[in-house]
Every structure is written in structure tokens, then in C-alpha cells.
């Protein structure tokens, strides 16, 4: 494809790939809009149709309740005339044990009527009726008292002005009954409502949104929901519309652009392959003021600039070289060994001109490892170029692998190796090694471990740690004796500074372990028990903690020597580290004491650890050498006491104390035991009643907490004071 094909195409891409996203990001954004405020809709009044039929059969029950409560037969007909006459019930029936009708309101409901309790309506729902039984003083069953509500097209339509939306009552075939929808829509809302389930919203194809509510537990009225979307008409017409017109104007604009555009360009690409290949004399012809005009000037300005910096680097290039020591002095002065490395291969870089350039360190498999790279992109071999230690070279294989072997440093020209090595590809290259002295004190010393060797006969007497590379230089000149002299400068600086980390990482490492036991001291149980009760609370887990006591150590000591006690010391960590599991911490906290960290341990794992170390201790005398230099067995018990977190303790240290107290207490019982920590008392919660009454609005729907209506008789079901609720306390 010609340049000017390719800018039509990439301006056609910038400027209709917004238009298309953007039409369809605004038509997917409005029916979402749309579709989010239906679903909201419908399920504030889903929420409504519930509450008031809830309502309803709550003050229906309440009717029958107060008829039933009614002591004297003869009154109960009464009672059930001024329950109707009130409007709290349409009809009241009572009905004796045998099934027979004993007295009904005139004017009730057909029949038959559904009863709240039920789950489902059997078959078209006429009534509503809510029965409650109808008992003597003495117990003894009478019957039922029934009281019931029509379900007519004047309830349907107080609950479609109750909620706000179009109601629609079935039978059990699927029929409709009752319903507030226009003709027009009804055989579209009756299709979509077999098609939702449970609380999912359909839609109709004229634009409707239809949701089914019960049959349900409390609530066996089988309702269908519908409201009208808002997604304005003719939206998707517009949409496309636009998109067409923006395309017309794009592909106009984008191949004037590309025909104006292309010669200058054509120049310029030009002038920049000559500067590509070294020629910095290269200038490009300016022929008007805009922007390609400002483009050309600026690069004719930016090779002239281009060569004095040049010949400046090459004149600074030796001068760099002279402050390599103070840099090295810089270097050896932190433990940060990733930052000292970039440090390193940066100035090497810079020193050199390179384009790229890497480090490598020897890991335990004998395997180059990259730990810092720059200048890389395009070059790399395999896997991620964002992570160095990708790039993965195994010693005497490639350039890199032969200079970390034989200890001796390349450069040349590139050639790929068959099969390939992993490394970097490149036009010209310049690889030294960089290594500690053999016979240097191991983790410091006065022979300075890590600093590189005076000549060349002294590397034969240095451990390899590493390789620093270096890649391409700017007009494709190979690497000189002095680039190597440099580049080995660097090397001896990255030596000492990561022999300087394992020094400073060793002795990090001794000074939280105890130097006759191995096991980690009491500075880094501080910060351990700390850590571990952070992960314990972050995720939701549990810690258990030992406090160990060897029994009567005094004892061995006056009785055997010390060099005996510490035998007995050194034996019991073993046998510690040998019952606990890899995650598990033991600490020596000072003397004979003790502890041991259990991650996610409940007190029943503790309590079986603690078992089999009384155990393993107690089975097994430690055998030392007596004052007669005959071997000695010498019985140990330890003590044992058990917290665990967060059950005894609410931090680090007190844990630790619940621990010691369960300690002292084990060591009080007798030793050679376990005792595990008391749990803290809890604390004491109350609880408030909250006293509710019946209502009854005006409009024959009752609803929570509207009206101030006074129930008909006191004691009802619906009456007296309601169960508070629980809280949890803190």
C-alpha cells in the first residue's frame, strides 16, 4: 500500500473509530439507561404489590381474629356484621368442626376464596380470606372464623394506582382475569410474561417491560407488571445516520490531507535514512511555513545539533572514564542491589555509547539470570521484555555463557548460534566477566571480597558471580580496547557491590537467630508476631501460640556443667524444628524458654503439637557427655502453655503474655504438661422491644406505619407488642 493509502486508511480509522464507538456507546448507554430505570420500577412496585397484599391479609386476619376472640356465641354474628360494616372485611364466615357454614355476612364474595397462607392459587382467585380457628375458654377446637376481601378489576386497579404501573392479574392456566392494559398491548405483555421468571424483567417488541410477581408464599395472587420504556423513537435511524454523513466528510478530508501530505514526507523519509546510516550531513528542503514546513526545519536543526553532540560525547567519553572510582566509592555505600546493578549498566552505557546493554548473575543451577537490561526492546528472545529475568543464558553456551565460564571477556560482530542460546540478538557486541576473589574471607573481610583482580593472571584465582554486556553502537562501530578497559571498570564495581549484599544480607541473617540453637531469637519473634497477627486479621484466620519451659534446666546445668546444658538445649531445637511444620516459626526467646507460631492453628491443632513435642521430649533423654567423658543420658520434660489469637488475646504481645500466664500455670500443675489460656469474658448485650400497631388507610390497602387507625378488638393476632430485634454486639 502506498503512503498515501495507508494515511487515508489511518485517518479513517481515527476518525470514524470514535464515531462508531461513540454511536454505539450512546444507543447501548440509552437502552441500559432505559432498561436499569423499568428494572427499577418494577421492582419498587414488585416490593409494593407485596407489602399490600401483606397488608391486606394482615388486617384481614385481624378481622377474623376479632370475631373469634368474641366469647359468647350469640355475639359473633354481631362482631362479624361491624367488621364488615367498618370496611376491614368484605364478608365474614364462621364455620363449625363438621364444615358447616354456622353464619355468613350478607353480600360476601363468591366463592372460592384463596386463602393467604397458601403458597399458590389453585384455580381464578375471587377473594382473598384469611382464617384463623375459633376455640372455647377451655380450649377445645369450634371451627373457623373466615374473613374475606374481593379480588375484582376495582382491586386490580388500586394496586396499579398503589404502584404506578400496569397490573395484570392470571388465573392458573395462564388467562387473564383482570387487567389495567390497553387492548393494543395485552396480547404482547401476556407473551412476554411467560417468558420472564422469577424477578427477571422481559421486554415487548413495542417497547414494553414486563415482570411477573407470585404466585408466592404470602402472596398466591399470580401478577404481571408492565411499564412503557423511555427510549426516545427513531433513535437508531439517527444514530446511523450520523455515522454515514461522518463517514462521507472523513473519507473527503482524509484524502486531501494525504495528497497535500505525501511529497514532503517522501523527502524527509529520505533524509532520515541517510542520517540512519551515518550521514548526519543530510537536509531536507523546506517548502512552506506549516507543519511539515516546521517538521523539516526542525530536523535540518536537529542533525546539525546531532553532530556537535557527537563529536561533545566523544570528548567526554574520556572524562567520564576519570570518575569511575568515586562512582565505584558511591556504589559500594547501599544494599540495594537492583538499584546499584541499573546504576551500573547505565553508566556503562553512557560511558561506552552503546545502544543496549544488560547484567547477568550466576544463579545455584549454573544458569546466567538477567537482573537489570535496558535498550532492549525488539532484541529479546524470548518472553516478557518488562521482566529481565526472562532472559536466561546457561554457562558455556553462547558469548555470554563462554565468558562466564572461562573467565575471559569478547567482543566482535554477532553471529547466531544453532541452536539458539537465549541471548539478545545484535549487530556487534562486548561481554566481561565479573567475579570475587577464591581465597577472599567468605561474607567480608580484610582481602575485600568481590573486588575485581589487578591482572589477568589473577583471574584464574575468581569465583564467577556474573556478566555485564554491552550492545550496537551508533553507526555500526564495533567496541574497542577501550571500551573493554571501561566496561571491565564497571565490572569490578558491580563485583564488590554484590558481595557487599550477601555480606550485609548474612549478617541480617545472624542477627536474628540464636547462635547455639539456630533457631530465630527474640528480636525477630517481636516483628514475627507482629506480621502474623496483621495475616491473621487480614484474612479472617486464626494463630495459636507456645510457650516452652524445659523443666528443672538448672538442675542439668549444676549437676552436669553447662557444656551438658547446652547439649540439651541444641537437642530440644531439633527435636522442635523436626515436629513443626515448614510454615511454623520456633523462636529461642532467652535461657530454656521457649516459643513457637502455629499460623492458621485453632486450639485443638495447637494442643495436638503441643502433645507430641511433651511427647518426643519426654520419651527420648538427651544423651551428653558427663564429667568423666562418659556418655550420660539425661531425662527432659518441658512445659507447655497454649494462646491462641484472637480467642485469648486482641494483639501481638498479649497473646504472648496469655501464653506465659498459661505457662506458669502448667508449670504450677506439676510440669511435664500443657495448659492452654483462659478465654476474656464476654461482653454482656440488651435488648430493647419496640412496640408496633395495626393501621387501616382510607384507601382499603394498608401499608406499614401510614394511618393512625386503632385495631377493632385488643388481643387480635395483629395486636400487642412485636419480637425485638437482635444485634450482634461488639
Same mark, same amino acid.
Given at each position: 500500500?502506498?503512503?498515501?493509502?495507508?494515511?487515508?486508511?489511518?485517518?479513517?480509522?481515527?476518525?470514524?473509530g470514535p464515531v462508531l464507538l461513540g454511536a454505539f456507546f450512546v444507543g447501548s448507554t440509552l437502552s441500559a439507561v432505559d432498561r436499569g430505570?423499568?428494572?427499577?420500577?418494577?421492582?419498587?412496585?414488585?416490593?409494593?404489590?407485596?407489602?399490600?397484599?401483606?397488608?391486606?391479609?394482615?388486617?384481614?386476619?385481624?378481622?377474623?381474629?376479632?370475631?373469634?376472640?368474641?366469647?359468647?356465641?350469640?355475639?359473633?354474628?354481631?362482631?362479624?356484621?361491624?367488621?364488615?360494616?367498618?370496611?376491614?372485611?368484605?364478608?365474614?364466615?364462621?364455620?363449625?368442626?363438621?364444615?358447616?357454614?354456622?353464619?355468613? /355476612?350478607?353480600?360476601?364474595?363468591?366463592?372460592?376464596?384463596?386463602?393467604?397462607?397458601?403458597?399458590?392459587?389453585?384455580?381464578?382467585?375471587?377473594?382473598?380470606?384469611?382464617?384463623?380457628?375459633?376455640?372455647?375458654?377451655?380450649?377445645?377446637?369450634?371451627?373457623?372464623?373466615?374473613?374475606?376481601?374481593?379480588?375484582?378489576?376495582?382491586?386490580?386497579?388500586?394496586?396499579?394506582?398503589?404502584?404506578?404501573?400496569?397490573? /395484570?392479574?392470571?388465573?392458573?392456566?395462564?388467562?387473564?382475569?383482570?387487567?389495567?392494559?390497553?387492548?393494543?398491548?395485552?396480547?404482547? #405483555?401476556?407473551?412476554a410474561a411467560r417468558d420472564a421468571d422469577g424477578d427477571r424483567v422481559t421486554d415487548t417488541a413495542d417497547g414494553r417491560y414486563v415482570r411477573?410477581?407470585?404466585?408466592?408464599?404470602?402472596?398466591?395472587?399470580? +401478577?404481571?407488571?408492565?411499564?412503557?420504556?423511555?427510549?426516545?423513537?427513531?433513535?437508531?435511524?439517527?444514530?446511523?445516520?450520523?455515522?454515514?454523513?461522518?463517514?462521507?466528510?472523513? #473519507?473527503?478530508?482524509?484524502?486531501?490531507?494525504?495528497?497535500?501530505?505525501?511529497?514532503?514526507?517522501?523527502?524527509?523519509?529520505?533524509?532520515?535514512?541517510?542520517?540512519?546510516?551515518?550521514?548526519?550531513?543530510?537536509?531536507?528542503?523546506?517548502?512552506?511555513?506549516?507543519?511539515?514546513?516546521?517538521?523539516?526545519?526542525?530536523?535540518?536543526?536537529? /542533525?546539525?545539533?546531532?553532530?556537535?553532540?557527537?563529536?561533545?560525547?566523544?570528548?567526554?567519553?574520556?572524562?567520564?572514564?576519570?570518575? +569511575?572510582?568515586?562512582?565505584?566509592?558511591?556504589?559500594?555505600?547501599?544494599?540495594?542491589?537492583?538499584?546499584?546493578?541499573?546504576?551500573?549498566? @547505565?553508566?556503562?552505557?553512557?560511558?561506552?555509547?552503546?545502544?543496549?546493554?544488560?547484567?547477568? +548473575?550466576?544463579?545455584?543451577?549454573?544458569?546466567?539470570?538477567?537482573?537489570?537490561?535496558?535498550?532492549?526492546?525488539?532484541?529479546?528472545?524470548?518472553?516478557?521484555?518488562?521482566?529481565?529475568?526472562?532472559?536466561?543464558?546457561?554457562?558455556?553456551?553462547?558469548?555470554?555463557?563462554?565468558?562466564?565460564?572461562?573467565?575471559?571477556?569478547?567482543?566482535?560482530?554477532?553471529?547466531?548460534?544453532?541452536?539458539?542460546?537465549?541471548?539478545?540478538?545484535?549487530?556487534?557486541?562486548?561481554?566481561?566477566?565479573?567475579?570475587?576473589?577464591?581465597?577472599?574471607?567468605?561474607?567480608?573481610?580484610?582481602?575485600?571480597?568481590? @573486588?575485581?583482580?589487578?591482572?589477568?593472571?589473577?583471574?584464574?584465582?575468581?569465583?564467577?558471580?556474573?556478566?555485564?554486556?554491552?550492545?550496537?553502537?551508533?553507526?555500526?562501530?564495533?567496541?574497542?580496547?577501550?571500551?573493554?578497559?571501561?566496561?571491565?571498570?564497571?565490572?569490578? @564495581?558491580?563485583?564488590?557491590?554484590?558481595?557487599?549484599?550477601?555480606?550485609?544480607?548474612?549478617?541480617?541473617?545472624?542477627?536474628?537467630?540464636?547462635?547455639?540453637?539456630?533457631?530465630?531469637?527474640?528480636?525477630?519473634?517481636?516483628?514475627?508476631?507482629?506480621?502474623? #497477627?496483621?495475616?491473621?486479621?487480614?484474612?479472617?484466620?486464626?494463630?495459636?501460640?507456645?510457650?516452652?519451659?524445659?523443666?528443672?534446666?538448672?538442675?542439668?546445668?549444676?549437676?552436669?556443667?553447662?557444656?551438658?546444658?547446652?547439649?540439651?538445649?541444641?537437642?530440644?531445637?531439633?527435636?522442635?524444628?523436626?515436629?513443626?511444620?515448614?510454615?511454623?516459626?520456633?523462636?529461642?526467646?532467652?535461657?530454656?524458654?521457649?516459643?513457637?507460631?502455629?499460623?492458621?492453628?485453632?486450639?485443638?491443632?495447637?494442643?495436638?503439637?503441643?502433645?507430641?513435642?511433651?511427647?518426643?521430649?519426654?520419651?527420648?533423654?538427651?544423651?551428653?557427655?558427663? @564429667?568423666?567423658?562418659?556418655?550420660?543420658?539425661?531425662?527432659?520434660?518441658?512445659?507447655i502453655g497454649i494462646a491462641v489469637y484472637p480467642d485469648h488475646a486482641a494483639g501481638g504481645q498479649q497473646v504472648l503474655d496469655a501464653a506465659?500466664?498459661?505457662?506458669?500455670?502448667?508449670?504450677?500443675?506439676?510440669?511435664?504438661?500443657?495448659?492452654?489460656?483462659?478465654?476474656?469474658?464476654?461482653?454482656?448485650?440488651?435488648?430493647?422491644?419496640?412496640?408496633?400497631?395495626?393501621?387501616?388507610?382510607?384507601?382499603?390497602?394498608?401499608?406499614?406505619?401510614?394511618?393512625?387507625?386503632?385495631?377493632?378488638?385488643?388481643?387480635?393476632?395483629?395486636?400487642?407488642?412485636?419480637?425485638?430485634?437482635?444485634?450482634?454486639?461488639?
Amino acid at each position: 500500500m502506498t503512503l498515501r493509502g495507508r494515511l487515508t486508511a489511518a485517518f479513517l480509522t481515527v476518525v470514524l473509530g470514535p464515531v462508531l464507538l461513540g454511536a454505539f456507546f450512546v444507543g447501548s448507554t440509552l437502552s441500559a439507561v432505559d432498561r436499569g430505570r423499568a428494572t427499577e420500577r418494577l421492582g419498587l412496585a414488585a416490593a409494593g404489590v407485596r407489602t399490600s397484599v401483606d397488608a391486606l391479609c394482615q388486617q384481614l386476619r385481624a378481622a377474623a381474629d376479632a370475631v373469634a376472640l368474641v366469647a359468647d356465641p350469640a355475639g359473633r354474628p354481631r362482631a362479624a356484621d361491624q367488621v364488615v360494616g367498618r370496611g376491614l372485611a368484605a364478608a365474614v364466615q364462621i364455620v363449625d368442626t363438621a364444615g358447616r357454614t354456622s353464619y355468613a /355476612t350478607i353480600g360476601g364474595p363468591a366463592g372460592p376464596w384463596q386463602d393467604c397462607a397458601a403458597d399458590a392459587a389453585t384455580g381464578p382467585v375471587r377473594a382473598l380470606a384469611a382464617r384463623v380457628r375459633l376455640r372455647d375458654p377451655s380450649g377445645a377446637d369450634l371451627g373457623t372464623v373466615a374473613a374475606a376481601q374481593p379480588v375484582d378489576p376495582a382491586f386490580v386497579a388500586r394496586l396499579a394506582a398503589v404502584t404506578g404501573v400496569g397490573v /395484570t392479574l392470571l388465573d392458573d392456566p395462564g388467562r387473564i382475569t383482570h387487567t389495567t392494559e390497553d387492548r393494543e398491548v395485552r396480547a404482547a #405483555v401476556l407473551a412476554a410474561a411467560r417468558d420472564a421468571d422469577g424477578d427477571r424483567v422481559t421486554d415487548t417488541a413495542d417497547g414494553r417491560y414486563v415482570r411477573r410477581v407470585g404466585p408466592s408464599p404470602g402472596q398466591p395472587l399470580p +401478577l404481571v407488571l408492565s411499564v412503557p420504556g423511555e427510549r426516545p423513537p427513531g433513535l437508531y435511524a439517527a444514530l446511523v445516520g450520523a455515522v454515514v454523513l461522518a463517514a462521507l466528510l472523513a #473519507v473527503l478530508a482524509a484524502w486531501r490531507l494525504a495528497r497535500v501530505t505525501t511529497r514532503p514526507l517522501v523527502e524527509l523519509a529520505g533524509a532520515v535514512d541517510r542520517v540512519a546510516h551515518g550521514d548526519l550531513t543530510a537536509r531536507v528542503p523546506v517548502r512552506s511555513r506549516d507543519e511539515i514546513g516546521r517538521l523539516a526545519a526542525a530536523f535540518n536543526r536537529m /542533525t546539525r545539533e546531532t553532530g556537535s553532540y557527537v563529536a561533545a560525547l566523544t570528548s567526554s567519553r574520556d572524562q567520564l572514564r576519570g570518575h +569511575l572510582a568515586v562512582l565505584g566509592d558511591t556504589l559500594a555505600s547501599t544494599h540495594d542491589l537492583q538499584r546499584i546493578l541499573r546504576v551500573i549498566l @547505565h553508566s556503562a552505557i553512557a560511558a561506552t555509547g552503546a545502544r543496549a546493554g544488560a547484567v547477568l +548473575l550466576l544463579d545455584g543451577d549454573g544458569v546466567l539470570v538477567g537482573q537489570c537490561v535496558e535498550g532492549l526492546d525488539g532484541r529479546w528472545p524470548t518472553g516478557d521484555p518488562a521482566d529481565p529475568a526472562t532472559l536466561r543464558v546457561p554457562v558455556g553456551a553462547g558469548v555470554l555463557g563462554t565468558v562466564a565460564a572461562t573467565g575471559e571477556p569478547l567482543r566482535g560482530r554477532w553471529e547466531p548460534a544453532d541452536p539458539p542460546t537465549g541471548e539478545p540478538s545484535c549487530e556487534t557486541y562486548v561481554a566481561v566477566p565479573f567475579a570475587a576473589p577464591r581465597g577472599a574471607e567468605p561474607r567480608g573481610g580484610p582481602d575485600r571480597p568481590g @573486588h575485581p583482580p589487578a591482572d589477568d593472571d589473577d583471574a584464574t584465582e575468581c569465583a564467577a558471580l556474573g556478566v555485564l554486556a554491552l550492545y550496537d553502537r551508533p553507526g555500526a562501530d564495533e567496541f574497542d580496547d577501550g571500551d573493554l578497559v571501561t566496561l571491565r571498570t564497571f565490572a569490578g @564495581h558491580a563485583a564488590v557491590a554484590v558481595e557487599n549484599v550477601r555480606v550485609h544480607e548474612e549478617a541480617q541473617r545472624l542477627s536474628l537467630t540464636d547462635p547455639l540453637t539456630g533457631l530465630w531469637n527474640y528480636r525477630y519473634l517481636r516483628e514475627s508476631i507482629r506480621r502474623e #497477627v496483621e495475616r491473621a486479621n487480614r484474612f479472617g484466620r486464626m494463630l495459636s501460640v507456645l510457650a516452652l519451659d524445659l523443666d528443672r534446666f538448672k538442675d542439668v546445668n549444676d549437676t552436669w556443667g553447662h557444656a551438658a546444658g547446652d547439649a540439651v538445649l541444641v537437642e530440644f531445637a531439633r527435636r522442635v524444628r523436626g515436629e513443626i511444620r515448614e510454615v511454623d516459626l520456633a523462636f529461642r526467646q532467652g535461657g530454656e524458654e521457649f516459643v513457637v507460631l502455629l499460623p492458621e492453628t485453632d486450639a485443638r491443632g495447637a494442643t495436638i503439637v503441643a502433645e507430641r513435642l511433651g511427647s518426643v521430649v519426654r520419651d527420648q533423654p538427651v544423651r551428653v557427655e558427663g @564429667h568423666t567423658g562418659e556418655p550420660i543420658a539425661v531425662p527432659v520434660t518441658v512445659s507447655i502453655g497454649i494462646a491462641v489469637y484472637p480467642d485469648h488475646a486482641a494483639g501481638g504481645q498479649q497473646v504472648l503474655d496469655a501464653a506465659d500466664d498459661a505457662l506458669y500455670a502448667a508449670k504450677a500443675a506439676g510440669r511435664d504438661g500443657y495448659r492452654l489460656a483462659r478465654a476474656p469474658d464476654p461482653v454482656p448485650t440488651e435488648e430493647i422491644p419496640v412496640v408496633a400497631a395495626a393501621v387501616s388507610p382510607p384507601d382499603g390497602l394498608p401499608r406499614a406505619g401510614a394511618g393512625d387507625a386503632a385495631p377493632v378488638a385488643q388481643g387480635g393476632a395483629s395486636s400487642g407488642p412485636h419480637p425485638p430485634r437482635q444485634s450482634r454486639g461488639r
